[in-house]
């Protein structure tokens, strides 16, 4: 789910140096050094510039590993125990990591070869994939502000030299799908800011939805597409849009966006739509992820862990050598082993329920009812923290109430759009009834920020 970081440390830090080397570079003419340090530690490097700033940047999911790997599963627990390992043996506290660049993604099982997708790429936007590289395994598209990739992930890791042990985590037709930010402005928006934010649910759905917009602008010609029944029209439309040379001699952004349209509906009518089902697969994928983490999640990310709140900095050099052995914590210890954070108060309440005082003082909790914030329908079906009706509670009103989602598909579905199957009508119905929420605070921020100094928006 969460892979590549880099984040800047935003406190004092002291490099540990009794954990691992720290290299610099030298002029070996005038013997000078650069001043830059570098350290690398179970695939993670910590450096620190002259300006005495410091970064931590690696694949936390490798880092969790302890190995050059990301081929497995990488789940919100996972991500909890690797945040711990990064405080507990690093030193780094969570709160005070602020990333500047951010990867993420999911891995998925597909019932044939990735590499029909990958040999097929036609183009993400306005850009054409890069020619396949290493082996043909990996390609990706660069933007302003992010990059789009594209893995067989299984040929990447197959006959490398890795650990039996994490070979057997990888399964044949391993296909990863993934976004790398190098700016931060967009993901900073939905309240990405921090590492620690990165266990908030609501906010780690929202790269989720990020991830399926992107996907939904992947390009690739369906290898499951049968002409025999198509009409004279179709059979050579579609001998162009399978070109993508026809793809990037178009300049009219609205000529391109008619002939996408038009492939789209041959692809919905013509073959089996591996697009969609792919699409399904990373977003159950991502939901299984994310609801592997429970109750555990909600202390992270309300409480600060440290074991037994020691303070690393009095312990004498064997002492640090004992704690800093570089053994991954288990999830009891992540659990049982927090104390209260200085940084994010909590006060506990009980599942899905608000505090109130009982008879004799005692503490009752009341149930509070969870219905979306935009359309106030109930989501109760879904997991706990959802604010807004995703992929389980569409689906259960499609199976269970037609006639309010068919309402809701009024509403929030685009007449261009009407025509898709199941799982897109669903995903494009959740992605603006959250839009309808978000678009809403976004413009008005904007449009104060054009039409008025800061100082009037302030009352005194």
Same mark, same amino acid.
């Given at each position: 789910?969460?892979? *590549?970081?880099?984040?800047?440390?935003?406190?004092?830090?002291?490099?540990?140096?009794?954990?691992?080397d720290f290299i610099t570079?030298?002029?070996?003419?005038?013997?000078?050094? &650069?001043?830059?340090?570098?350290?690398?530690?179970? !695939?993670?490097?910590?450096?620190?510039?002259?300006?005495? &700033?410091?970064?931590?940047?690696?694949?936390?999911?490798?880092?969790?590993?302890?190995?050059?790997?990301?081929?497995?599963?990488?789940?919100?627990?996972?991500? +909890?125990?690797?945040?711990?390992?990064?405080?507990?043996?690093?030193?780094?506290?969570?709160?005070?990591?602020?990333?500047? $660049? #951010?990867?993420?993604?999911?891995?998925?099982?597909?019932?044939?070869?990735?590499?029909?997708?990958?040999?097929?790429?036609?183009?993400?936007?306005?850009?054409?994939?890069?020619?396949?590289?290493?082996?043909?395994?990996?390609?990706?598209?660069?933007?302003?502000?992010?990059?789009?990739?594209?893995?067989?992930?299984?040929?990447?890791? /197959?006959?490398?030299?890795?650990?039996?042990?994490?070979?057997?985590?990888?399964?044949?037709?391993?296909?990863?799908?993934?976004?790398?930010?190098? =700016?931060?402005? @967009?993901?900073?928006?939905?309240?990405?800011?921090?590492?620690?934010?990165?266990?908030?649910?609501?906010?780690?759905?929202?790269?989720?939805?990020?991830?399926?917009?992107?996907? $939904?602008?992947? *390009?690739?010609?369906?290898?499951?597409?049968?002409?025999?029944?198509?009409?004279?029209?179709?059979?050579?439309?579609? @001998?162009?849009?399978?070109?993508?040379?026809?793809?990037? $001699?178009?300049?009219?952004?609205?000529?391109?966006?008619?002939?996408?349209?038009?492939?789209?509906?041959?692809?919905? %009518?013509?073959? !089996?739509?591996?697009?969609? %089902?792919?699409?399904?697969?990373?977003?159950?994928?991502?939901?299984?992820?994310?609801?592997?983490?429970?109750?555990?999640?909600?202390?992270?990310l309300n409480q600060k862990?440290?074991? /037994?709140?020691?303070?690393?900095?009095?312990? +004498? &050099?064997?002492?640090?050598?004992?704690?800093?052995?570089?053994?991954?914590?288990? =999830?009891? !210890?992540?659990?049982?082993?927090?104390?209260?954070?200085?940084?994010?108060? #909590?006060?506990?309440?009980?599942?899905?329920?608000?505090?109130?005082?009982?008879? $004799?003082?005692?503490?009752e909790y009341e149930k509070?009812?969870?219905?979306?914030?935009?359309?106030?329908?109930?989501?109760?079906?879904?997991?706990?923290?959802?604010?807004?009706?995703?992929?389980?509670?569409?689906?259960?009103?499609?199976?269970?109430?037609?006639?309010?989602?068919?309402?809701?598909? %009024?509403?929030?579905?685009?007449?261009?759009?009407?025509?898709? /199957?199941?799982?897109?009508?669903?995903?494009?119905?959740?992605?603006?009834?959250?839009?309808?929420?978000?678009?809403?605070?976004?413009?008005?921020? @904007?449009?104060?920020?054009?039409?008025?100094?800061?100082?009037?928006?302030?009352?005194?």
């Open positions: 789910m969460i892979d *590549y970081i880099r984040a800047k440390y935003e406190a004092p830090y002291q490099l540990r140096t009794e954990l691992m570079e030298v002029n070996t003419t005038t013997g000078e050094t &650069s001043g830059k340090m570098v350290g690398l530690y179970n !695939q993670m490097k910590i450096i620190q510039y002259p300006s005495r &700033s410091v970064y931590i940047e690696g694949s936390l999911h490798k880092f969790f590993n302890k190995a050059d790997f990301n081929g497995n599963d990488f789940n919100s627990q996972d991500l +909890s125990v690797t945040l711990y390992e990064i405080e507990r043996v690093l030193g780094l506290t969570p709160q005070h990591l602020k990333l500047t $660049n #951010l990867e993420f993604g999911v891995n998925v099982t597909l019932p044939f070869d990735p590499q029909k997708v990958l040999n097929n790429l036609l183009f993400y936007q306005d850009k054409e994939f890069t020619k396949s590289i290493t082996a043909g395994n990996f390609r990706e598209v660069e933007k302003t502000q992010y990059f789009v990739k594209i893995y067989d992930k299984y040929r990447q890791y /197959n006959g490398d030299d890795i650990e039996v042990t994490i070979v057997k985590n990888i399964q044949p037709n391993t296909f990863r799908f993934e976004m790398k930010y190098r =700016k931060m402005e @967009k993901l900073n928006d939905i309240g990405i800011t921090y590492l620690t934010d990165l266990l908030d649910t609501e906010k780690v759905e929202q790269l989720k939805y990020r991830l399926l917009e992107c996907f $939904n602008e992947v *390009y690739f010609y369906d290898f499951t597409m049968r002409t025999d029944k198509m009409n004279k029209r179709e059979k050579e439309a579609i @001998k162009d849009y399978c070109n993508p040379n026809f793809w990037s $001699n178009i300049d009219d952004k609205r000529k391109k966006h008619k002939h996408k349209q038009d492939y789209n509906k041959i692809v919905v %009518k013509h073959s !089996q739509n591996i697009k969609a %089902k792919i699409s399904n697969l990373i977003a159950e994928k991502w939901d299984e992820l994310l609801a592997k983490s429970g109750d555990q999640m909600t202390d992270i862990w440290r074991p /037994n709140d020691q303070d690393l900095s009095s312990k +004498s &050099s064997d002492q640090m050598t004992d704690i800093l052995k570089p053994q991954k914590a288990t =999830k009891c !210890q992540l659990v049982y082993s927090v104390i209260q954070s200085p940084f994010t108060p #909590l006060e506990k309440t009980a599942k899905n329920g608000i505090k109130k005082e009982g008879k $004799n003082g005692a503490t509070k009812e969870r219905v979306c914030e935009v359309t106030k329908l109930d989501i109760s079906m879904q997991k706990k923290g959802s604010k807004f009706l995703c992929f389980t509670g569409l689906k259960y009103y499609w199976k269970n109430e037609r006639e309010i989602f068919n309402n809701l598909e %009024k509403k929030y579905l685009p007449r261009n759009k009407r025509g898709v /199957n199941l799982e897109d009508k669903i995903y494009f119905i959740a992605h603006n009834i959250r839009n309808a929420k978000f678009n809403k605070k976004h413009n008005r921020a @904007k449009f104060e920020s054009r039409h008025y100094p800061e100082w009037q928006m302030r009352l005194f």
